[in-house]
């Protein structure tokens, strides 16, 4: 079972910036998209952005679109969500996860039923 650490997690004012990390203990992740997650007490999963395999698509959530940057580093096996301008309805636990679909290209990456390992969260809290 592929096993991942998120990292990079804190307490920000809003406005202010943070970066994620989020290691892969395996080098198989670069066969699969990966992507970012959140969510709050008492609502579900919700998807913030994901990256292909091949790192040449990204996808956002329209609440995060031209704040948050995804990127990962295949030799590194990890991926990155960089967080700018953050509000404090960004507060939540970021998840990483992996796609199960391996390869796959296409237009559908939203849903976290379609991912199939995730990290063990990191906590972001944005302060008014």
């Known amino acids: 079972q592929v096993q991942l650490l998120e990292s990079g997690g804190g307490s920000v004012q809003a406005g202010g910036s943070l970066r994620l990390s989020c290691a892969s203990s395996?080098?198989?992740?670069?066969?699969?998209?990966m992507g970012w997650f959140r969510q709050v007490p008492g609502k579900e999963r919700e998807f913030v952005a994901a990256?292909?395999?091949?790192?040449?698509?990204?996808y956002y959530s329209d609440s995060v679109k031209g704040r948050f940057a995804i990127s990962r580093d295949n030799t590194k096996n990890t991926i990155y969500l960089q967080m700018n301008s953050l509000k404090p309805e960004d507060t939540a636990v970021y998840y990483c996860?992996?796609?199960?679909?391996?390869?796959?290209?296409?237009?559908?990456?939203?849903?976290?039923?379609?991912?199939?390992?995730w990290g063990q969260g990191t906590q972001v809290t944005v302060s008014s």
């Open positions: 990256i292909t395999w091949n790192t040449r698509f990204t």
């Open positions: 395996r080098r198989t992740v670069s066969e699969y998209n």
């Open positions: 996860a992996v796609d199960a679909r391996p390869n796959y290209i296409g237009n559908y990456y939203s849903a976290h039923t379609l991912y199939n390992y």
